[in-house]
């Protein structure tokens, strides 16, 4: 139970954390500004690492999940276990937000940039996911993010992804941050794609760390 507890806290701190600049900086007419927020993502992804990797693993992610099942580091009867705790998390981190910020239109929400097609957003997702799980699979023991680097290394990886690519799609990499927003604004339209994205993009990358593995 304590696995499954740490792994609703760690995302709803995730998510509280990161949607919650992006809901500050809009509100605020951009105090926070891009860069605070991609900072802002990476920083909280480290700090939960550390902070629960060695009781859940730090997943935070269904996608995670989904890729330790693949590469038979985890349980694929955990995995429903851990999106279930994680979506709770999500669901909880933007309910708060919604009801601090009930001038937010957006609420943090994973959307393609005005104009961007959904299937350009796709792509740039699945490869945001890809090399994301590539640093995590790698440093990973286990389905453990334990070790000294890997925080830095995790919430590293995030924060440049989320620098460079936020502006076009808001760098989700996480099914349940791109579902959690879309539950309260009603705007559903890219939900599937960045999904399918996010979870084609962690076995993706599973499989060609399988390819580079050392016997």
């Given at each position: 139970?304590?696995?499954?507890?740490?792994?609703?806290?760690?995302?709803?701190?995730?998510?509280?954390?990161?949607?919650?600049?992006?809901?500050?900086?809009?509100?605020?007419?951009?105090?926070?500004?891009?860069?605070?927020?991609?900072?802002?993502?990476?920083?909280?992804?480290?700090?939960?690492?550390?902070?629960?990797?060695?009781?859940?693993?730090?997943?935070?992610?269904?996608?995670?999940?989904?890729?330790f099942a693949v590469a038979k580091k985890f349980a694929w009867k955990e995995v429903p276990k851990y999106f279930t705790a994680q979506l709770i998390g999500a669901?909880?981190?933007?309910?708060?937000?919604?009801?601090?910020?009930?001038?937010?239109?957006?609420?943090?929400?994973?959307?393609?940039?005005?104009?961007?097609?959904?299937?350009?957003?796709?792509?740039?997702?699945?490869?945001?996911?890809?090399?994301?799980?590539?640093?995590?699979?790698?440093?990973?023991?286990?389905?453990?993010?334990?070790?000294?680097?890997?925080?830095?290394?995790?919430?590293?990886?995030?924060?440049?992804?989320?620098?460079?690519?936020?502006?076009?799609?808001?760098?989700?990499?996480?099914?349940?941050?791109?579902?959690?927003?879309?539950?309260?604004?009603?705007?559903?339209?890219?939900?599937?794609?960045?999904?399918?994205?996010?979870?084609?993009?962690?076995?993706?990358?599973?499989?060609?760390?399988?390819?580079?593995?050392?016997?």
């Amino acid at each position: 139970m304590r696995k499954y507890l740490a792994e609703t806290i760690g995302t709803f701190a995730m998510i509280f954390c990161g949607c919650g600049a992006m809901t500050i900086n809009e509100v605020t007419n951009g105090s926070i500004t891009h860069v605070g927020v991609a900072a802002v993502w990476g920083l909280i992804v480290m700090a939960m690492i550390y902070t629960f990797g060695a009781t859940s693993g730090a997943h935070f992610n269904p996608a995670v999940s989904i890729g330790f099942a693949v590469a038979k580091k985890f349980a694929w009867k955990e995995v429903p276990k851990y999106f279930t705790a994680q979506l709770i998390g999500a669901v909880l981190a933007i309910g708060l937000l919604w009801y601090l910020f009930p001038e937010s239109q957006f609420l943090g929400e994973s959307t393609p940039m005005s104009g961007y097609p959904s299937l350009k957003a796709a792509i740039l997702e699945f490869i945001l996911t890809f090399i994301l799980m590539v640093v995590i699979i790698n440093i990973s023991t286990g389905s453990k993010e334990v070790g000294i680097m890997a925080g830095i290394a995790i919430g590293g990886i995030i924060l440049l992804e989320a620098m460079f690519a936020g502006p076009i799609t808001k760098a989700s990499m996480n099914p349940v941050r791109t579902l959690a927003p879309a539950l309260f604004t009603g705007r559903f339209d890219h939900v599937l794609f960045y999904i399918t994205a996010h979870i084609l993009g962690a076995i993706s990358a599973v499989y060609s760390f399988k390819l580079f593995k050392t016997k």
